[in-house]
């Protein structure tokens, strides 16, 4: 069992004013059966009326509005939230993909979590399931190999992806954060044809030697019928432990994407998200990271250009 204090900060400026900001978070911590929320508190700047609700994947989901004109928006989520794994590695209980065809039938949800991206790079898909012989193996036997291959194969790189980023381009460089390692992942076991879904979270490994702490991390969850939904981390190769907070769970990033939104106006913005993570023992773990957003149309950078222009004229 442990407990963390987390402190998740998003905050987007705006080089202009803008208003009529739309937006929509998913930054509300689940309630599992492994994990208990003790405390919460949302910060937004203005302090709009969010309107809650329950999206398709059971999530809880929060909608405000800032109508105001404003240069800049902070979004702060505090939680204070207890993890209990009792069971820390699954039980590999021989189940094979083809026991999974009557429950997908159905389940028209699990039917949906098992159909794969239509990729220019499925042969490479296909080449590392063959690697592993995935045919001769059961569903937990394939998931692990294939976090394994990932881990063995992929190299763990900040800063040369974003939320745009594709699986053909994860796959022709191999490189990448746990957003990525999660997607290919995902790719690799719908292929096979298991139910597998996208998850957001936090990882917290304290005093272990785990990738991805202090910031938000990604991982995927495999469905079986016997054992429900089970997580494993391709980015540490491992199952979901005590160390794993989980946000939202989807179909991919979009599904479970912490914030996102539009806006009136004409301006550019940067995203810049922090997450600081507290341990009972009182140490304490920060990591801020800059965003790479989709770029401009050229365009709209004509126009943004423009304006600077008059500006720096008066």
Same mark, same amino acid.
């Given at each position: 069992m442990?407990?963390? !204090?987390?402190?998740?900060?998003?905050?987007?400026?705006?080089n202009?004013?803008?208003?009529?900001?739309?937006?929509?978070i998913?930054?509300f +911590?689940?309630?599992?059966?492994n994990?208990?929320v003790?405390a919460?508190e949302?910060?937004?700047?203005?302090? +709009?009326?969010?309107?809650l609700?329950t999206?398709?994947?059971?999530?809880?989901?929060?909608?405000?509005?800032?109508?105001?004109p404003?240069?800049?928006?902070? &979004?702060e989520s505090?939680?204070t939230? !207890?993890?209990?794994?009792s069971?820390?590695?699954p039980?590999?209980?021989?189940?094979?993909?083809?026991d999974?065809a009557?429950?997908k039938?159905?389940?028209?949800?699990?039917?949906?979590?098992?159909s794969?991206?239509?990729?220019?790079?499925?042969?490479?898909?296909?080449?590392i399931?063959d690697? &592993?012989?995935y045919t001769n !193996?059961?569903?937990?036997?394939i998931a692990q190999?294939?976090?394994?291959?990932?881990?063995?194969n992929?190299?763990?790189?900040?800063?040369?992806?974003?939320?745009?980023?594709?699986?053909?381009?994860?796959?022709?460089?191999?490189?990448?954060?746990?957003?990525?390692?999660a997607?290919?992942?995902?790719?690799?076991?719908?292929?096979?044809? &298991?139910?597998?879904r996208y998850? %957001?979270?936090y990882?917290? *490994?304290?005093?272990?030697? @785990?990738?991805?702490?202090?910031?938000?991390?990604?991982?995927?969850?495999?469905?079986?019928?016997?054992?429900?939904w089970l997580?494993?981390? *391709?980015?540490?190769?491992?199952?979901t432990?005590d160390n794993h907070?989980?946000l939202?769970?989807?179909?991919?990033? !979009?599904?479970?994407? +912490?914030?996102?939104?539009?806006?009136?106006?004409?301006?550019?913005?940067? @995203?810049?998200?922090?997450?600081?993570? %507290?341990?009972?023992?009182?140490?304490?773990?920060e990591?801020?990271?800059?965003?790479?957003l989709?770029? @401009?149309? *050229?365009?709209?950078?004509?126009?943004?250009d423009?304006?600077?222009?008059?500006?720096?004229?008066?």
């Amino acid at each position: 069992m442990a407990i963390y !204090k987390i402190v998740h900060v998003t905050k987007y400026n705006y080089n202009w004013p803008i208003k009529e900001s739309i937006n929509e978070i998913r930054m509300f +911590p689940h309630h599992f059966d492994n994990q208990e929320v003790l405390a919460y508190e949302l910060l937004i700047t203005q302090n +709009p009326k969010v309107t809650l609700s329950t999206d398709f994947n059971g999530n809880r989901v929060g909608n405000f509005c800032l109508l105001a004109p404003h240069s800049e928006m902070t &979004i702060e989520s505090k939680m204070t939230v !207890k993890v209990n794994h009792s069971l820390k590695i699954p039980e590999i209980d021989g189940l094979r993909v083809e026991d999974l065809a009557q429950e997908k039938e159905k389940n028209v949800y699990l039917l949906r979590l098992s159909s794969p991206e239509a990729i220019e790079k499925q042969d490479q898909v296909q080449f590392i399931l063959d690697q &592993i012989d995935y045919t001769n !193996k059961s569903v937990i036997e394939i998931a692990q190999l294939c976090s394994q291959y990932i881990f063995e194969n992929f190299t763990y790189t900040k800063g040369i992806t974003n939320i745009e980023t594709t699986i053909d381009e994860i796959l022709a460089h191999r490189q990448g954060v746990c957003q990525d390692f999660a997607i290919v992942l995902l790719q690799l076991l719908r292929t096979v044809g &298991i139910p597998t879904r996208y998850v %957001s979270g936090y990882i917290c *490994p304290f005093e272990t030697a @785990l990738r991805g702490e202090g910031a938000t991390h990604a991982w995927v969850e495999i469905h079986t019928p016997k054992q429900g939904w089970l997580g494993i981390d *391709p980015t540490n190769n491992i199952w979901t432990m005590d160390n794993h907070v989980k946000l939202a769970v989807g179909k991919n990033f !979009k599904e479970c994407s +912490p914030a996102k939104g539009t806006f009136k106006g004409l301006s550019k913005q940067t @995203l810049s998200v922090s997450v600081a993570i %507290s341990y009972e023992n009182g140490s304490y773990v920060e990591e801020i990271t800059d965003v790479q957003l989709q770029e @401009l149309s *050229p365009d709209i950078q004509q126009q943004l250009d423009y304006l600077e222009q008059l500006q720096q004229q008066q």
